[in-house]
Nanobody, 117 residues
């Protein structure tokens, strides 16, 4: 089992920035892929960005220019730096951990982000 704890969400004005964190603990095997997804009210959950351990990140088109995903040196904490936030970025942001070798697929509880003036 892997536990994921997200933090960093909140209310921010348009044009502002937030940094989300996701700390993974438990039975962590490498390689693995961690990522951020988001779900806006009334919409399906969508990919924001992911990063395989030891590899470069992948971004959705909507996140490419404004968001940066990264992992700490131990590759057990995932970050999402979000800049130039827009009202359409309002959503619950979820962290996901996938371990291909062991077949694990875990989600965090989500952290809400509201972009509003």
């Amino acid at each position: 089992q892997v536990q994921l704890v997200e933090s960093g969400g909140g209310l921010v004005q348009p044009g502002g920035s937030l940094r989300l964190s996701c700390a993974a603990s438990g039975n962590i095997y490498f390689p693995n892929r961690m990522g951020w997804y988001r779900q806006a009210p009334g919409k399906q959950r969508e990919l924001v960005a992911t990063q395989q351990s030891g590899d470069i990140p992948d971004y959705s088109d909507s996140a490419k220019a404004r968001f940066t995903i990264s992992r700490d040196a131990a590759e057990t904490t995932l970050y999402l730096q979000m800049n130039s936030l827009k009202p359409e970025d309002t959503a619950v942001y979820y962290c996901r951990f996938r371990d291909g070798a062991m077949g694990g697929d875990y989600w965090g509880q989500g952290t809400p982000v509201t972009v509003s003036s």
